[in-house]
């Protein structure tokens, strides 16, 4: 399998990210133990979570996450073998002083992830969401000092607006984020690549999208409302279900026709051909599920089926 480097670092990972915001809660540890065996083994490496996971679960409080994959790090052994990204900002919970940027909140909660993940760095460390309560520059120096202690490799940003993120790259003198996590799939193209997306090619970042695969409505399993009580998700998908939306879904049922793969395989490798994309980033709560997943990596789409695709989710 080819490795893509993420933006313009040496770190090099395999092209489709494994999201962990599932375990420990719709995913069990023995589940998510199973789950990312199957990853590692199959040849991949890179696996997401953030400390906030799944403190919106009934009696979480956050970190469930990073505590199972620490756990399967201690009994697998196979640290060396994951590129570990993690985020930190999103609000943890009532507690008005646990979210954001703040240097000192930063420099508190890296110990935390670190001591959940049950290791002494972090490969990707990610600010989960802009802090405009903070100069862009607050972060960048908590980083520095992480990454000169070793406990960080590189940075990353998520859900940050066009402005906020030029304003960080052009700070000098501390580190620069590798990397942008936005939401980005055949469904919402223009948010990011109106202007994110040039923002990212022009200065060589990475992207690893979110929600790839619309919450599960590019799976093809989301066709009329009546679809929408098969999963405590379907109330996400709603907003899909327009002329537009089951348009792609059409596209999509063309193209995994084609090719005798499933439709969620279709749409992560519609990704895969965006040239600024290293890596979508998806969820499964399964083995199997996983797989289905993992197909996209193999799939080539035609120029053909890549046109079909364009036509159906084309934002202008």
């Not at 990853?39 to 990073?66: I, L, R």
């Amino acid at each position: 399998m080819k490795k893509r480097t993420v933006g313009k670092s040496p770190l090099e990972v395999a092209p489709f990210m494994l999201g962990g915001n599932v375990f420990g809660w719709t995913a069990d540890e023995k589940t998510s133990f199973a789950i990312l065996d199957a990853f590692v083994d199959a040849g991949f490496d890179f696996v997401d979570t953030a400390d906030v996971y799944s403190h919106w679960a009934p009696g979480h409080v956050g970190g469930e996450s990073e505590t199972v994959i620490g756990n399967w790090f201690k009994k697998s052994g196979k640290r060396n073998k994951v590129v570990i990204a993690t985020k930190v900002g999103a609000p943890m919970g009532s507690d008005p002083a646990k979210k954001g940027l703040r240097k000192s909140y930063i420099l508190k909660e890296v110990e935390d992830s670190l001591r959940r993940l049950q290791t002494d760095h972090i490969d990707l460390y990610q600010s989960h969401y802009d802090d405009l309560s903070v100069m862009v520059d607050e972060p960048l120096e908590a980083y520095k000092e992480l990454i000169q202690a070793g406990k960080v490799r590189f940075i990353g940003a998520s859900n940050f607006t066009p402005d906020r993120l030029r304003a960080a790259l052009k700070v000098g003198g501390l580190p620069h984020y590798i990397s942008l996590q936005p939401q980005y799939n055949l469904v919402e193209r223009e948010g990011f690549e109106k202007e994110l997306g040039p923002i990212c090619e022009e200065n060589g970042l990475g992207v690893v999208p979110y929600f790839s695969l619309a919450a599960g409505f590019l799976t093809g399993k989301y066709r009329t409302e009546n679809d929408l009580a098969q999963s405590p998700r379907g109330n996400n998908v709603k907003k899909y279900l327009t002329p537009k939306g089951l348009g792609v879904i059409a596209a999509l049922d063309e193209v995994s026709g084609r090719h005798n793969v499933p439709q969620a395989a279709v749409a992560l490798a519609w990704l895969l051909t965006r040239p600024v994309v290293t890596a979508p980033l998806s969820s499964a709560t399964s083995v199997a599920q996983l797989h289905t997943l993992l197909k996209a990596v193999d799939l080539t789409l035609t120029e053909d089926d890549i046109a079909v695709l364009d036509k159906a989710s084309a934002w202008q």
